[in-house]
């Protein structure tokens, strides 16, 4: 049984595929299997995976295109690596990606999930993500903050849970699993680039960002509810405004919800406390 399990699904990608394919194969740590799933391509996708003849490489061919949460779930239902990592068809890895990881979550036995910094292709644009769990966690309140590429699971987590990607969350369904399994473990992000991340008009974040937009408002939304707080409509408006960084003018009105957050969060105690207000801070 290999220790890794990497899972990369793929839809007619066939401009960057090799490179990503390369970046998995060429990784320090070699004890991986490599499971990519071919979901209907209609591409040369299909010929660029048969130039590799690696023998870690598990190859699903779907007839039709089934969509990216489907082939994710399959991919983890034919996963045996104690160890999921993700990986996508249009970035590449850093050569020592999968061995710092792995010794990263074999020193903390705690952490459930870990991501890292990614590094916009072709920039010097590092995106940082949160590294402490208890602020990554109220730093979901607001916005996804792990790097969907660049993750690790531990399996068991996923199997003791029988937790999959939810099919209702399409286009956002990575946030609502890390916002899911922030209820289960401890996420925590490596600030090292781990991942470069391409930015091109064919992805997902671009070419869905209307329902992603609005499936990540519905997981702000059943955030809010978990905590105990049934927003009207003004104070969910004043909730995406401080999610996206809109300037709120009515103050009183924003020092109203932070105080209501903060209050609601010392009944329930949903978040770390002195965490939330950290996140809360830059507003307050």
């Known amino acids: 049984m290999p220790k890794i399990s990497v899972l990369m699904p793929v839809y007619n990608g066939s401009v960057f595929l090799s490179e990503a394919i390369e970046s998995i194969l060429e990784q320090s740590y070699s004890d991986f299997e490599f499971i990519i799933i071919n979901d209907g391509s209609t591409d040369d ?9 690696d023998p870690r490489i598990t190859r699903i061919d779907h007839k039709a295109n089934l969509g990216i949460i489907t082939s994710l779930n399959e991919g983890l239902n034919a996963a045996s690596g104690e160890f999921i990592a993700r990986m996508d068809a249009d970035d590449y890895s850093m050569t020592h990606r999968l061995s710092t990881q ?16 990614v590094q916009v292709l072709g920039t010097e644009h590092i995106w940082h993500q949160p590294v ?30 029988s937790i999959r990607y939810e099919a209702s969350y399409i286009h956002a369904e990575d946030y609502q699993l890390w916002v899911r399994l922030s209820r289960l473990t401890l996420l925590s992000n490596i600030p090292e680039v781990l991942l470069h991340y391409r930015l091109h008009p064919g992805q997902i974040s671009q070419s869905q960002q209307p329902t992603q937009l609005r499936q990540a408002d519905r997981i702000r939304y059943e955030q809010l509810q978990y905590m105990g707080i049934e927003p009207d409509t003004d104070e969910f408006s004043l909730h995406l405004n401080l999610c996206y960084h809109v300037p709120i003018p009515d103050s009183a009105a924003r020092t109203q ?10 009944e329930n105690r949903v978040y770390e406390p002195i965490a939330l207000m950290n996140a809360l801070s830059s507003w307050i």
Do not use: Q
């Not at 919800?257 to 010392?266: P, Q, R, S, T």
């Open 132 to 161: 402490n769990p208890e602020v990554l966690k109220c730093r979901l309140l607001f916005r996804s903050c792990l790097a969907h590429p660049t993750i690790m699971f531990r399996r068991s987590l996923l199997e003791k849970h």
């Open 257 to 266: 919800w932070i105080h209501k957050l903060l209050e609601k969060n010392l």
């Open 102 to 117: 792995l010794a990263f979550m074999d020193s903390y036995p705690d952490i459930g999930v870990c991501g890292s910094s």
């Open 45 to 53: 996708t299909g010929a660029i995976i048969d130039r590799y003849h």
